[in-house]
């Protein structure tokens, strides 16, 4: 199907194991994004990408890793899980010259629990 | 860095009556485009309306419009004529157009009353 994936939509792990959770999308967008949600904070972002290999920190990257190999996927790591990084988390799509009309795009999210 | 202001963090409204969710931004860039995401407690989040920064009229998407006001650095959403189905958490967001990050206030929970 067309559109942006998340994988998966529910993890469950300890703290400090690595996970990883998975972001795909099938525009071929240029622009990709990592957010989290919390209570009281919005949706704040983690890491960025403008296009392939090309990866930028937002406001919150500490303890995350990402890649951006192919243009489709973006994955998030977390290196060594912390309860702190329990969140909901969302990755996010654009295209410059489809912003207007279209917004950015997200996925349905990941609930991540860190026990 | 921008920061998003939304002041209200929850608001009641009746069925049928327009409703003003207010949203206040800081930047220093000249050129950004703001938006407002309806977040239903399903957890998606959908795209409702978007103003570009140099746009002179006021963006509009059915019962949607966005009150901008450049100066003051104010970007309200007015949702006209609630109906249930408008009861979700809103976000106001914006992104300069340099490097496309999209920043988020905190939100506004709408619940609407039949």
């Known amino acids: 199907d067309a559109g942006i994936t998340q994988s998966p939509r529910y993890k469950i792990t300890e703290t400090g194991r690595q996970v990883t959770l998975m972001c795909h999308q099938t525009w071929s967008h240029s622009y990709m994004f990592w957010y989290r949600q919390d209570l009281g904070h919005g949706l704040r972002l983690i890491y960025y990408s403008a296009a392939a290999d090309i990866t930028d920190k937002g406001e919150v990257p500490d303890g995350y890793v990402v890649s951006r190999s192919k243009t489709e996927n973006f994955p998030l790591t977390l290196e060594s899980a912390t309860r702190s990084q329990t969140s909901v988390y969302f990755c996010?799509?654009?295209?410059?010259?489809?912003?207007?009309?279209?917004?950015?795009?997200f996925g349905s999210g990941t609930r991540l629990t860190v026990v | 860095a921008q920061k998003i202001t939304q002041t209200q963090p929850g608001m009641f409204v009746q069925e049928k009556e327009a409703v003003t969710l207010d949203c206040t931004y800081d930047t220093s860039d000249q050129s950004y485009g703001l938006f407002w995401y309806k977040q239903p407690s399903s957890g998606e989040m959908i795209f409702l309306i978007y103003?570009?920064?140099?746009?002179?009229q006021n963006a509009t998407e059915g019962r949607y419009s966005l009150n901008f006001q450049k100066a003051r650095k104010s970007a309200n959403l007015v949702i006209s004529a609630s109906q249930l189905g408008d009861s979700a958490m809103y976000f106001c967001?914006?992104?300069?157009?340099?490097?496309?990050?999209?920043?988020f206030g905190a939100g506004t929970t709408v619940t609407v009353r039949a």
């Open positions: 967001a914006m992104s300069p157009t340099n490097d496309y990050k999209l920043s």
């Open positions: 103003q570009g920064s140099y746009d002179e």
């Open positions: 996010a799509s654009s295209e410059s010259n489809l912003i207007a009309v279209y917004g950015y795009t």
